[in-house]
């Protein structure tokens, strides 16, 4: 079974700092990316930034600037620094990877980690 363990979330103010991370565990043969999505109360899930196995990266033109997505090979970890952050980055964060396990790729999940920025 394939589990993503995200940490990192909590209660800042505006302009401040967080660090998400998430950790894949298992079976897992490969890495094809990581990424992080958030989705906010009463609006859609949508892709943060992502990072690819190649080491390509991409962000969201909202988070362009102020967050970054790392990762760590050997750790099958993934990372998302977060500065200036704004009361609308406020929403739960989902670590999401698209791994090889034994026949074909596939997208998994982490349970989302809460991101609350107040004014």
């Known amino acids: 079974q394939v589990q993503l363990l995200e940490s990192g979330g909590g209660l800042v103010q505006a302009g401040g700092s967080l660090r998400l991370s998430c950790t894949a565990s298992g079976s897992i043969l490969n890495i094809g990316s990581m990424a992080w999505y958030r989705q906010a109360p009463g609006k859609q899930r949508e892709l943060v930034a992502r990072?690819?196995?190649?080491?390509?990266?991409n962000h969201a033109d909202s988070v362009k600037g102020r967050f970054t997505i790392s990762g760590d090979t050997a750790k099958n970890a993934v990372y998302l620094q977060m500065n200036s952050l704004k009361p609308e980055d406020t929403a739960v964060y989902y670590c999401n990877a698209y791994l090889y396990l034994s026949r074909a790729y596939e997208n998994y999940w982490g349970k989302g980690t809460q991101v609350t920025v107040s004014s």
């Open positions: 990072l690819f196995s190649s080491g390509t990266t």
